[in-house]
Each structure stands twice: as C-alpha cells, then as structure tokens.
C-alpha cells in the first residue's frame, strides 16, 4: 500500500524540486488514464499529486485493469527489452508490466507496454509505496468517491456514526388532552461518548474478491458431493482428471443416467439432490493477506443473468476512527458476447441505465453468509480493498500476488475516439 506521510514530510512540487505540497495521509492508491496520458494520487477522493505519463503504444498496449503492486527495484534492467534500464521500477504483473522512470516520456503512448513516469515524480512515487499498493489502470478517466453500504466490511466493535434512538436521552411529555395520546420527546443531546479507535489487524491489509462461480468452481463442488456418495473423485481441485471422470460415470450409471462423464446442469442437480444439499452457490467470495489465500466462502449473486459490472473499494479509518469510509472507483469492463455466454449473462448491468450509484447497485444484488461476515470483520482494517466483478482475476492472480483483474475499456461511457493526448508535459501537485 501506500505509505501515510509522518507530519512535516509532503510530497516535492517537481517543477521547482523544492517547495512543499503539504502533509498527505493514507493509505492512497495509483490511478492511470491510458486516454488522458495521466496518473494520480489519490488520498480518500481528492488528488495530491498527478504527472503525465507514456503507455503502450500500438502493438504493446498497457493492460487495463486492478493492479497491485508486486515488486520494486531502484534500478531494474529488462530481461526482453535489450537489458533497457527501468529506474525505480514498481512491477504489476510477473508478465512485464511495470511503472517506472524514463528520460522519454512524451504525450502519447510509445512503451513496450509498461508506463513511463519523469524521473522525478518516479522518485518521488517510489518513495510513498511499497509492496501490495493498489494501481488501477483505465481507458477514461476516474476519480474514487465515498460509498456508505450496509454490505460493506466493518471491523469488530465498530459503531455507525449517527445517534441511535436507542441511545438517545428521553424526556417525559405530558399525555394530548384530545386523544390520550403520549408524545416521547428528545432532551438535549448528551456529549458524545468516546469510541474506542479501530485497532488495526497485523500485517498487510487483506484484499476480498467477489466474483461469480467459476467452471472449476463448480467442478470443484460436484467433486466434493461425489466424494461423500462414495464416488471417489480425487482432490477436490477443479480439475477433472481421469479419476474424476471415472467417478462422473460411476454415478451416472448408478443414477440412469448417460454414462458419458460429461459436467452438465442436469449431473450437478442430480448430485447435489442425491446428497440431500442445496445446489451450490453462484458467487464466490476470496480473500488474500500478504499475498496468500486465508479465507474463501460461497457467495449468492441475484439477478445473476444481469452484469455486476467491475468496481474497487478502498477502505480508509473513518474521521470519527471507529469505522471504515470506502471510497469506490468503477472500472470501464466491455464483456465480450463469448464472456457473455459463458458467464451466463443475458443483459447489461443496471449500472448501463445510469443509477445514482452503480457501487450501490452491485451491492445490492450480493449476499454473503454471516459466518464470513464474522470473519472477515476480525481481518479487515485500514487498507484493506474490495474489488466486485463478473470475470474473476484470469491468468495474472497467483503466488505473490494479490487479486488482479484485467478490463476491456470502452463499457459505458468512455469515448476513447474523443480524447486528446496532451501536447506539454505537466507535473501536478495539489496542496
């Protein structure tokens, strides 16, 4: 994550590499616009410093997406590019994409795919982060703003902010002489009573993931209600070996049924109706502390033939210190008609049709068991980030690294015809 910055340090005003921005708190998070030719800062939803940047030209474009932060390196040479140096480096995926410095960054794109930064503001970004901080890679242009959701994570013992009417001192009122009807009226309101700060858990900040179900998801399910039939289907790893083929035709025959070892709807009902379970759930719900997976749990998706869409959260310590404030970003994801059919969706997410938020909207539409509420109440903390979509994290999530989720910009809204690559290079710091 990004580092908060102690009082008395801010970040260097690069044009004159001397004045002082201020002092800026975190955790922050990176966002680049592949569109505007930018990257920002943001603290919470306000912008404390931007620079423009180059991105992969033609051929070479930079993958959109949710990133984080996988390794740095004050001098890095790259393995495919002639050993070209990358001056303070800050990798985002083990295939090659990375933020880092270069003496040529001009207003359009012309990298191999990485994005280029001046060396100054490079050095001073390379400053504020370290491991596990969250980038986020557009075609347009977005800005985070505050969400308030009942779904949303909450730490142990955190309280709402508003005065509870349970909590509220109480006056007697006398009874209306026309009807006998008794008026409670509020006394003045009493001091507000301390609340305790939110202890923050050890380690990095866990990351959650809400996704839909998978094809090896579901395969991983009908291996575990094999296994308790007595149809031995091997680990349940989503994979389906010879021994999970066997096991599928075992119980087809038993159940009448084509002994073709195919995985259909129709072989998954049977199963799961056989082993007296309820189907299994089409959402799944993972989450990653220090890189690792420490929690997974089934998750409902309603209206699931209707698109999520892609959006992140980053959670921050409320003003009061006794909650979380998150502020979402929504990601530009065009799913393709394949992606479509394959994740079952028939129709846009609500979030085409213009809601007032489609943060909300997403939200709305999730339902996760409260055995995993508890737990992840006892994990989450300052830093900690939520990314909800319908395509998962791909290829690029694995060992060492968080949740990374590739997008397809151009979804709703952003006209990439229509933009403009900036003809000056601009350094920004906001005060």
Known sequence: MLLRLAAGFGILALASTTALAGTIEGPLQIIVSRDQQTLKVYDGDTVVASSNVSSGKEGHTTPTGIFSILEKKRMHHSNIYDEAPMPFMQRLT?????????????????????????????????????????????????APHVVEHPALFQPEGAEPEAQLLSDAALRPAIPHPSDGAVEVAMSIPQPPVAKPAIQRPAGDPVRILVTRATARDRLKDLQTVLGELGFDAGVADGVAGAQTTLAIKAFQSAEGMPADGAVTTALVEAAFRKAGRALPANG????????????????????????????????????????????????????????????????PGAFT?????????????????????????ALVGDGASLTITDTGTEGETGKGTDFITLTRPGAYGFNSSTARW???????VVE
């Open 353 to 377: 049709a213009s809601p007032a938020d489609p943060v909300k909207a997403a939200l709305d539409r999730i339902d996760i068991p409260d055995d995993a509420r508890r737990r992840i109440a």
């Open 284 to 347: 799944r719900l993972s989450v990653r502390k220090d890189f690792e997976t420490v929690l997974e749990a089934p998750v409902t998706i309603r209206d699931e033939t209707v698109e999520l869409g892609t959006h992140f959260l980053l959670a921050r310590t409320a003003d009061s210190g006794s909650a979380l404030a998150w502020f979402a970003v929504t990601m530009d994801n065009a799913l393709s008609d394949p992606t479509r059919r394959r994740l079952g969706i028939a129709e």
């Open 422 to 428: 900036k003809k000056e290079s601009s350094i920004v």
């Open 94 to 142: 083990w295939s090659g994409i990375a933020l880092h410095a270069s003496s040529h960054v001009p207003a359009y794109p012309a990298s191999h795919g990485c994005v280029r930064m001046p060396d100054d503001f490079a050095r001073m970004l390379y400053r504020l982060t370290r491991r596990g901080g969250h980038v986020l890679i557009t075609g347009g242009d977005v």
